[in-house]
């Protein structure tokens, strides 16, 4: 099983980052952006890091990473960006890249084992899950009702929990059992067809 989701890192949580980091401002740097919020996606691979996304915008994911961050961090990429227009003082204090994180965060994905059309969500399930230490918020995308499909990637999964603690072995723990709860199965369906004529 694979586990999609994101997690917030401290840059020197592992030794690659730090190089992407810099990989990263050269490419800004390259383009000539000197202002504004920059989504940047890299991946690392042998021959060293690769560009996927430099783009003007803030971070995706319906806004959902905002409370993270300031959880985390004290600030996020939309209170930076507010603060270069609004307080430019508090823009010049903020750390050239995150330091001094207070907690960790995970956004953990939710998955469908089964397609069909929603007739329930388990509410046991989703109460076990809002029940976890770590939890701070969810986005569901799916609804009783709705058609939900079989997840086998990041476009097929149904929203996500975000998770936030700032004991990282509680919180490795909380998405752990994250996974177990999803894993049994939180959506009940029927198919459509066996209920509708052809």
Same mark, same amino acid.
């Given at each position: 099983?694979?586990?999609?989701?994101?997690? &917030?890192?401290?840059?020197?949580?592992?030794?690659?980052?730090?190089? %992407?980091?810099?990989?990263?401002?050269?490419?800004?740097? !390259?383009? *000539?952006? @000197?202002?504004?919020?920059?989504?940047?996606?890299?991946? %690392? =691979?042998?021959?060293?890091? #690769?560009?996927? =996304?430099?783009?003007?915008?803030?971070? *995706? +994911?319906? $806004?959902?990473?905002?409370? %993270?961050? =300031?959880?985390?961090?004290?600030?996020?990429? #939309?209170?930076?960006?507010?603060? /270069?227009?609004?307080?430019?003082?508090?823009?010049?204090?903020?750390?050239?890249?995150?330091?001094?994180?207070?907690?960790? !965060?995970?956004?953990?994905?939710?998955? /469908?084992?089964?397609? *069909?059309?929603?007739?329930?969500?388990?509410?046991?399930?989703?109460?076990?899950? @809002? /029940?976890?230490? /770590?939890?701070?918020?969810?986005?569901?995308?799916?609804?009783?009702?709705?058609?939900?499909?079989?997840?086998?990637?990041?476009?097929?999964?149904? $929203?996500?929990?975000?998770?936030?603690?700032?004991? &990282?072995?509680?919180?490795?723990?909380?998405?752990?059992?994250?996974?177990?709860?999803? +894993?049994?199965?939180?959506?009940?369906?029927?198919?459509? @067809?066996? #209920?509708?004529?052809?």
């Amino acid at each position: 099983v694979v586990y999609f989701g994101m997690r &917030l890192l401290p840059i020197d949580a592992e030794p690659i980052l730090a190089a %992407m980091v810099e990989y990263i401002f050269g490419v800004l740097e !390259a383009l *000539g952006i @000197r202002n504004g919020a920059i989504h940047s996606e890299v991946k %690392m =691979e042998e021959r060293g890091p #690769v560009l996927i =996304e430099a783009n003007c915008r803030l971070h *995706g +994911g319906e $806004g959902t990473w905002a409370p %993270m961050a =300031e959880a985390c961090l004290g600030y996020s990429a #939309v209170s930076a960006m507010i603060d /270069s227009y609004l307080d430019p003082l508090a823009f010049a204090a903020l750390p050239r890249v995150p330091e001094n994180v207070r907690a960790h !965060a995970k956004e953990a994905k939710i998955r /469908s084992a089964v397609a *069909g059309f929603v007739t329930e969500i388990d509410p046991e399930a989703l109460k076990a899950i @809002r /029940s976890l230490a /770590s939890y701070q918020s969810e986005m569901i995308g799916i609804h009783v009702g709705s058609r939900v499909e079989k997840t086998i990637d990041l476009l097929t999964s149904c $929203g996500n929990v975000n998770l936030v603690n700032a004991s &990282l072995s509680e919180l490795e723990a909380d998405y752990t059992r994250f996974h177990e709860i999803v +894993g049994r199965g939180i959506f009940k369906v029927r198919d459509r @067809r066996s #209920v509708d004529p052809p």
